[in-house]
């Protein structure tokens, strides 16, 4: 099994040779077909998230073991089962829910795995798809792909659910109201393609790239504004053509922040996604004085996976632009993919 490691935080991936995994019990052994290289993966490459006013996140102190392989944007063909494996077969082509829990805590109970305090997530605290083959803890958590393509499907493990459980928290703003999404990276362009399948009224796109805007107004989004202008406030209010009831922020900045928080009306809510770093901008009391719900959107259940990929097997969910690269590219491409040069999302094969 040839994978690509995390050895050193920052340091380039290490390729490795080690045994073909054999799988025990609920376990599944895939060989991969397709990993997408996500955003996150940088935070795990650089060990640390900002948290802002100086202070730091360190993943080793929060159960981040190394040497690691990453990928958490998997899909596979199943080359071998467990014994007690029942439900999926040797052949299948499916694609890896990654957020997976301890299975036994109040969240996981519920079907929330992917907020568990003790995860298990693929890629981030198990090997993950940077790799020709995945170890995957229970089949259950193996979605068939019956027919879609691997590489255009990987995507929806992470970007795709993390953008469907976004928009589902607007509830039913996204059918009535043109929404405010920040951020038209990889997770904004996914985000306008499913909105679009939920039968969304569409969104205003605010992005600092010019290239960025161009592929968010090619995706569908309703406007594009600049963040970086002095009166971006200005145009998004102009181009939602009423006040704000919905904002996704899928960057996380301070700047971005307070531009979803200052568009609301009130009663609006704002769900952040983004990861990118800093402490809340937003004055205290503007927030009850506006009612503003802000909730917080980590990934997406298992269920929400499910529902995802019934939408894009009917056809609703036309595909990002997708490059592809092989898997001996995955430092170059995390390298990529911080100094802002993708355009879209790469998914790796091997
Ligand atoms: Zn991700
Ligand atoms: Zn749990």
Known sequence: ???????????????????????????????????????????????????????????????????????????????????????????????????????????????????????????????????????????????????????????????????????????????????????????????????????????VVVDISADRRAAALKAGALAAVDASAADAAEQVAAALGGPCWGAIDLVGSPATASLAFNALAKGGKMVMVGLFGGAAPWPLPLIPMKAASIEGSYTGSLAELKELLDLVRKGAVPGIPIARRPMSAATETLEDLRQGRIVGRVVMTP
């Not at 071998?80 to 997976?100: F, H, N, Q, S, T």
């Not at 659910?161 to 904004?188: F, M, Q």
Request: hydrophobic share 40%.
């Open 1 to 203: 099994m040839k994978s690509y490691q995390l050895v050193d935080f920052g340091a380039p991936l290490r390729e490795t040779d080690l045994p073909n995994p054999q799988p025990s019990g609920h376990e599944v052994v895939l060989a991969v077909r397709a990993v997408g290289v996500c955003h996150s993966d940088l935070h795990l490459w650089d060990g640390e998230y900002d948290l802002g006013a100086g202070k730091r996140l360190m993943l080793r102190d929060r159960g981040i073991k190394l040497p690691l392989t990453m990928g958490h944007e998997t899909a596979g063909e199943i080359v071998a089962i467990g014994v007690d494996v029942k439900d999926r077969k040797v052949g299948e082509v499916c694609l890896v829910y990654p957020w997976i829990g301890c299975g036994h805590c109040r969240v996981c109970r519920i079907g929330l795995e992917n907020l568990c305090m003790n995860p298990r997530c693929v890629g981030i605290h198990c090997d993950g798809g940077y790799s020709d083959h995945l170890v995957v803890a229970h089949s259950k958590y193996l979605l068939p792909l019956d027919g879609l393509d691997p590489v255009a499907a990987a995507p929806f493990a992470c970007s795709g659910v993390t953008t469907y459980s976004a928009l589902k928290k607007l509830g039913s703003i996204i059918d009535e109201e043109p929404v405010l999404l920040i951020g038209a990276g990889g997770l904004g362009l996914m985000c306008l393609t499913i909105l679009k399948a939920m039968g969304g009224k569409g969104a």
